[in-house]
C-alpha cells in the first residue's frame, strides 16, 4: 500500500492542525493505521494508532487529550486531528500501516508497520 501524508505546516502554541494520510493500492480497510513523529536530532516515536474499523484507538500518554485518530475507509484516508499544539510536537509526523492491532506496547513498535508515508512537518512556534 502506498501512503500520501499531508496537512503539516506552521502553527502557534495552542493551535490546530489535521493531517491526512492517503492511501492506495491495496485494501485500505483491512490495515491497521499509525502515526509516528520524528524531531530534530530524535528517533522516530509513536503517536497513536487505530483498528481497521476505526472502534479502538490506542495513544502516547504525551498526546491523549489533545490528539485524535480517525479514518474514514471509503476514502481510504487517516486522519490526525491536532489540537492544544505546543512546541515540543514540532516534528515530521509518519503515517503508517500494519497488519495487527493489539492497543498495547505492541503499537508502538515502528517494526509492527509495514508500510509508511513520506512525513509531513509540523512546526508550533512559541
Known amino acids: 500500500v502506498q501512503l500520501q501524508a499531508s496537512g503539516g505546516g506552521l502553527v502557534q502554541t495552542g493551535g490546530s492542525l489535521r493531517l491526512a494520510c492517503a492511501a492506495s493500492?491495496?485494501?485500505?480497510?483491512?490495515?491497521?493505521m499509525g502515526w509516528f513523529c520524528q524531531a530534530p536530532g530524535k528517533e522516530r516515536e509513536f503517536v497513536g494508532a487505530i483498528s481497521v474499523t476505526g472502534r479502538r484507538t490506542y495513544y502516547v500518554d504525551s498526546v491523549k487529550g489533545r490528539f485524535t485518530i480517525s479514518r474514514d475507509n471509503a476514502k481510504n484516508t487517516v486522519y490526525l486531528q491536532m489540537n492544544s499544539l505546543k512546541p515540543e510536537d514540532t516534528a515530521v509526523y509518519y503515517c503508517?500501516?500494519?497488519?495487527?492491532?493489539?492497543?498495547?506496547?505492541?503499537?508502538?513498535?515502528?517494526?509492527?508497520?509495514?508500510?509508511w508515508g513520506q512525513g509531513t512537518l509540523v512546526t508550533v512556534s512559541s
Open positions: 493500492g491495496r485494501t485500505f480497510s483491512n490495515y491497521v
Open positions: 503508517a500501516a500494519g497488519t495487527y492491532y493489539s492497543g498495547s506496547a505492541y503499537q508502538t513498535d515502528a517494526k509492527n508497520y509495514d508500510y
